[in-house]
C-alpha cells in the first residue's frame, strides 16, 4: 500500500467530512474536496501544497459526479479512498413526511453513495485496489421515532454496502461502514435539517414533546469529529481495514443493544422458525 493516498471526500465543507479532509492532508495526502458549494470547502479549508483539490459536486448530480471524478484523476492520477459522507436529514414521522421528501432523503442518503461509487469503482478495478467508506448512523441499527425517513435511507446504505463488499474484494479493494453515534456536526442544524410538511393532529403532542428534544441537541452532541477522523486515518492505513466500525461509545451501546434484541427474538421463536421445511 503506498504510504500518501488520493482521497475524494464528500459533503467535505463542515462536520465530520470537513475533519477528515483536514486530517488527511496534515498526514500529506492528497484530498478532492467535494461539496455542494464548492466555496464553501474552499474557505473551510486552507492547504498551500497543491495536494488540494475542491470540486463543485451535489451527490444527486451525475453530470457534477462524472465531471469532478475525472477532475481528480486528471490531476492525481488515481482515486484510492472514496468517503461518502455528504448527507442531511429529513425530519419527522412517517405520515407527516411528503412522498417527495422521502424520496429525496433517499437521493441524498442513498443514491448519493451508490451514484459517486459507481463513477469511482471502474478506476478502483483498473488499479486493483481502494478504499470504499460509508458513513453511517445508528440509525441504521435501530429505529427512532421522528427518524423513519433517515432510518430507511440509511439501512439500505448497509445493506448496499455488505452487499457491494463481496461483489468487490477480489479486485483488491475494500469496504467500510462507520456508523456514528452523536456528534457535534452540522446534521442537526437548520441548512441540514428538514422537518415534516404536513400536520396530522394525531401526532401534535408527540411532536411537540420530541421535536425541541432534538433541536436542543444541536451543539451540544458529545462526539467529537476531529477525533473520529484521525481514527478513521489510523483505520484505512490497515492492511484489513474494519468491514464495519461504531464510531463513539453510544454507538457501541446501540450496537449491543440490537444484537441483544435480535437474540432474544431468534430464541423467542426458534422452535416455531425451524418447523417450516418441507422435510
Known amino acids: 500500500m503506498k504510504e500518501n493516498k488520493v482521497w475524494l471526500i464528500t459533503g467535505a465543507g463542515s462536520g465530520i467530512g470537513l475533519?477528515?479532509?483536514?486530517?488527511?492532508?496534515?498526514?500529506?495526502?492528497?484530498?478532492?474536496?467535494?461539496?455542494?458549494?464548492?466555496?464553501?470547502?474552499?474557505?473551510?479549508?486552507?492547504?498551500?501544497?497543491?495536494?488540494?483539490?475542491?470540486?463543485?459536486?451535489?451527490?444527486?448530480?451525475?453530470?457534477?459526479?462524472?465531471?469532478?471524478?475525472?477532475?481528480?484523476i486528471e490531476k492525481f492520477g488515481a482515486i484510492d479512498i472514496l468517503v461518502n459522507n455528504a448527507g442531511n436529514f429529513y425530519a419527522g414521522f412517517f405520515e407527516e413526511l411528503s412522498q417527495n421528501q422521502v424520496e429525496r432523503q433517499i437521493a441524498?442518503?442513498?443514491?448519493?453513495?451508490?451514484?459517486?461509487?459507481?463513477?469511482v469503482l471502474p478506476f478502483m478495478r483498473k488499479n486493483k485496489s481502494g478504499h470504499i467508506i460509508s458513513i453511517s448512523s445508528t440509525a441504521a441499527l435501530v429505529g427512532y421515532e421522528l427518524c423513519s425517513a433517515y432510518a430507511a435511507s440509511k439501512f439500505g446504505l448497509e445493506g448496499w454496502m455488505e452487499s457491494l463488499q463481496l461483489e468487490v474484494a477480489p479486485f483488491g479493494i475494500n469496504t467500510t461502514i462507520v456508523e456514528p453515534?452523536?456528534?457535534?456536526?452540522?446534521?442537526?442544524?437548520?441548512?441540514?435539517?428538514?422537518?415534516?410538511?404536513?400536520?396530522l393532529e394525531d401526532y401534535a403532542e408527540r411532536i411537540a414533546a420530541l421535536r425541541p428534544f432534538w433541536e436542543s441537541m444541536n451543539g451540544t452532541q458529545g462526539g467529537d469529529p476531529a477525533k473520529l477522523a484521525a481514527a478513521l486515518l489510523k483505520i484505512t492505513s490497515e492492511s484489513t481495514p474494519p468491514k464495519r466500525w461504531?464510531?463513539?461509545?453510544?454507538?457501541?451501546?446501540?450496537?449491543?443493544?440490537?444484537?441483544?434484541?435480535?437474540?432474544?427474538?431468534?430464541?423467542?421463536?426458534?422452535?416455531?422458525?425451524?418447523s417450516l421445511s418441507y422435510q
Open 19 to 72: 475533519q477528515i479532509a483536514k486530517a488527511a492532508l496534515a498526514e500529506g495526502h492528497k484530498v478532492v474536496a467535494t461539496g455542494r458549494d464548492a466555496n464553501k470547502v474552499s474557505n473551510a479549508l486552507d492547504n498551500a501544497t497543491g495536494n488540494l483539490l475542491v470540486v463543485k459536486m451535489d451527490v444527486t448530480n451525475p453530470d457534477e459526479i462524472n465531471t469532478g471524478v475525472h477532475s481528480a
Open 108 to 119: 441524498t442518503n442513498l443514491f448519493g453513495p451508490m451514484n459517486i461509487t459507481r463513477a
Open 181 to 199: 453515534g452523536f456528534f457535534r456536526t452540522s446534521l442537526l442544524e437548520p441548512s441540514s435539517t428538514i422537518w415534516s410538511e404536513l400536520q
Open 246 to 274: 461504531m464510531a463513539g461509545a453510544d454507538s457501541i451501546a446501540e450496537a449491543e443493544r440490537k444484537a441483544k434484541e435480535l437474540l432474544e427474538q431468534a430464541n423467542a421463536y426458534r422452535e416455531l422458525s425451524s
